[in-house]
């Protein structure tokens, strides 16, 4: 049973530019949550996905987009980038209706 | 608002028990997990614990809720040296996001 997968598994970036992050979802789970974890930081929560719409947001700009297909994976796209933008961005799935999330093992996001 | 709060590092010795605690503000809250993250990985679920419970065993991991005072300890017994890690609460309040806490470095000396 394939749990939480993410790619790539690192990536560096300039200023200015565009990302995308991609997650599947552990086999069975329809919800998918991103989250950023800075250095020396616990995760935030960045937005969650349920049925291909975003259900709800946490504290981050418009810059921070997702999407989720019809096969439950996602997309973070980060736009515009900055130096604090460098991050681990971890995705979590879970199955609608239950609490319990699980993490993939992050995509390690570096700004330079 | 909410809040979770965590001691930033505790040190043990090899087969002594470690107990790592949290703090939170809210009083909605439905859940409280307890995550273990490794250098350079992503979160492992450890367990969790429903709010309406005050205790929750499993294995060498042993829970204790105190809602009255918002408090959530981790207890392990019998520490091992692969038991050294960053351990994350985090809780939830049916709202989809979970807030997590800053984490505890446990470090498990041999």
């Known amino acids: 049973d394939a749990g939480v997968t993410q790619s790539p598994t690192h990536l560096i970036k300039t200023r200015g530019q565009q990302v995308t992050l991609r997650c599947s979802p552990k086999?069975?789970?329809?919800?998918v949550s991103w989250y950023q974890q800075a250095l020396g930081q616990g995760p935030q929560f960045i937005f969650q996905?349920?049925?291909?719409?975003?259900?709800q947001r946490g504290n981050f700009p418009d810059r921070f987009s997702g999407h989720q297909f019809p096969n439950y994976s996602s997309e973070l796209n980060v736009n515009a980038l900055l130096l604090g933008d460098s991050a681990l961005y971890l995705c979590a799935s879970s199955l609608t209706d239950t609490d319990t999330q699980y993490f993939g093992p992050g995509t390690r996001l570096t700004v330079l | 608002g909410e809040d979770v709060e965590q001691s930033l590092f505790l040190s043990v010795r090899e087969g002594d028990s470690s107990v790592i605690n949290c703090t939170y503000t809210d009083s909605s809250s439905t859940y409280l997990y307890w995550y273990k993250q490794e250098p350079g990985a992503g979160l492992q679920l450890l367990t969790y614990i429903f709010s309406n419970m005050d205790m929750k065993q499993d294995q060498r991991l042993t829970v204790l809720l105190n809602k009255k005072d918002k408090h959530l300890s981790l207890r392990i017994a019998d520490t091992q040296t692969g038991d050294s890690a960053i351990y994350f609460c985090?809780?939830?309040?049916?709202?989809?996001?979970?807030?997590f806490g800053t984490g505890t470095r446990l470090k498990v000396l041999a």
């Open positions: 985090a809780e939830t309040s049916g709202t989809y996001k979970y807030i």
């Open positions: 996905y349920y049925e291909e719409e975003e259900r």
């Open positions: 086999s069975g789970h329809d919800t």
